[in-house]
């Protein structure tokens, strides 16, 4: 079986980053679940890990991520996963077939809590974007030509 090649510049870097959890004792707390649902949890893949919601003062956080892995039958298979970490307690996680599901648990668990708004950018903060990589831009082309 042909391995992948290494990954280089950019890339290494946007895998590093979407691959980040952040905290080894949530990282357990998802490995100790993947193996108690029967799933490959040394290969698994835990990705896009991100604090959804928050009570004050920061004690309980409830976390969305992604899990790329595979069933006993290594079949590969895309579950989404919800951690609520109360810092005085154990972690508590469950995973999910689809998003939709996740939801369902999120909004029970984050009731009462502070939750980032979901939205996407608007023209005005694509504009501003962009108009900031066009000064930067030119700012570095200028600092190579000199």
Do not use: N
Not at 72 to 99: I, N, S
Not at 116 to 142: Q, Y
Request: hydrophobic share 40%; aromatic share 10%; net charge positive.
């Amino acid at each position: 079986m042909p391995t992948k090649p290494p990954l280089t510049g950019w890339a290494y870097w946007k895998e590093k980053w979407e691959t980040y959890v952040g905290d080894r004792d949530l990282e357990l707390a998802i490995r100790k679940q993947l193996r108690e649902e029967s799933y490959g949890s040394e290969l698994a893949s835990i990705r896009h890990v991100r604090l959804a919601a928050v009570e004050r003062p920061g004690w309980v956080q409830v976390y969305e991520f992604q899990i790329e892995t595979k069933t006993k039958e290594k079949t590969p298979v895309l579950l989404f996963g919800l951690a609520h970490d109360d810092g005085r307690k154990q972690t508590k996680v469950r995973l999910f077939p689809t998003e939709e599901a996740r939801k369902m648990q999120f909004d029970q668990w984050s009731e009462g809590l502070i939750t980032r708004k979901r939205r996407e950018r608007g023209r005005i903060e694509w504009a501003l974007l962009s108009f900031f990589a066009l000064i930067m831009g030119v700012c570095l082309l200028g600092i190579l030509l000199r």
